[in-house]
């Protein structure tokens, strides 16, 4: 995974009357995620979680600089509650979901072959790197920063699992497309903490936007520009509720001109959600807490010397 962005021109010709009760629907769908949350195992090397569809491993880390990411993700079960989320997905084979060393190389990746996802120490430590030391000029804490960007990642790789193994089609860039049921998941991990990860993928994306060369081969990626992935994030956020992140339109995080669509660009990603995703749902969709009960639960990778 490269940490950038794309968007999307589409504007959906999504009839208004169906916008709403398609956002619902979604949300309905998404706040089940949670309910196979894993039982208590402590991670030592690999371990089931949920149904057995998901495991996860925590690779014991030789470079001493990464032994307090190793700590704090076993401590906060992060891996467990991702995998458990996606254990929702009738998934036809085990995913695995694996913290490791990658040689200094901060990345995170799907692995087809081995159906495993690897998110390396190197990434989380570029991640806390960036984040500011207290609070943002935009007001995003040092934990948001690094918090909400390490759950995008993960569940930007999960749906990449998830388009594999299900034979998910998929039009367009197969990229923006994880991007966007990352954030549909984020969106609805619980009101505060969507707002808190959401701003911290923000965050995030911006400032990598801010170091980001823009060359050939940063358009010749299979990823957008970070910007564009920041502005695809906030669109989505504001198109899901806009009274809720209003401000994101107020303070200029996002222009008029873009906003004027998001409603209609969330409806049209919660529909192929539901179209593409919801066959798949090991239950139906029902009303509960259980993504908010999975995740909310502060996930923070903030040390408490961060
Ligand atoms: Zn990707």
């Not at 969507?194 to 993928?201: I, K, L, P, Q």
Request: aromatic share 8%.
């Amino acid at each position: 995974m490269r940490i950038n962005a794309r968007r999307r021109s589409a504007v959906a010709s999504a009839k208004r009357m169906g916008i709403r009760n398609l956002a619902r629907i979604a949300l309905i769908c998404l706040t089940i995620l949670g309910s196979m949350v894993p039982g208590g195992t402590e991670g030592r090397g690999l371990e089931q979680s949920g149904r057995q569809a998901t495991r996860v491993a925590y690779d014991a880390p030789r470079e001493q600089v990464h032994r307090e990411i190793y700590d704090t993700m076993r401590r906060r079960r992060v891996l467990e509650r991702v995998a458990a989320a996606f254990n929702l997905f009738r998934l036809p084979r085990r995913l695995t979901y694996r913290l490791a060393e990658c040689s200094g190389e901060p990345n995170a990746w799907y692995d087809p072959r081995n159906r495993r996802i690897t998110l390396c120490y190197e990434l989380i430590e570029s991640i806390r790197r960036v984040a500011p030391s207290g609070t943002s000029s935009a007001g995003v804490s040092r934990e948001d920063a690094i918090r909400g960007p390490v759950l995008q990642v993960l569940f930007h790789e999960s749906s990449h699992a998830v388009f594999h193994m299900l034979r998910v089609p998929i039009l367009g860039r197969e990229e923006d497309a994880a991007d966007q049921v990352a954030a549909l998941v984020l969106l609805h991990l619980g009101r505060a903490d969507a707002r808190a990860v959401v701003n911290g993928s923000g965050y995030f994306f911006a400032a990598l936007g801010k170091r980001e060369p823009l060359d050939r081969s940063a358009f010749a990626d299979a990823h957008g520009l970070s910007w564009q992935r920041f502005y695809n994030l906030a669109c989505l956020a504001y198109g899901s509720d806009r009274r809720r992140y209003g401000d994101i339109v107020e303070r200029g995080f996002l222009p008029t001109e873009r906003a004027t669509a998001c409603e209609e660009e969330y409806a049209q990603i919660a529909h192929a959600f539901l179209a593409l995703l919801g066959p798949h749902l090991r239950t139906p969709p029902r009303q509960g807490q259980a993504l908010r009960r999975a995740l909310a639960r502060r996930v923070p990778l903030a040390s408490p010397h961060d």
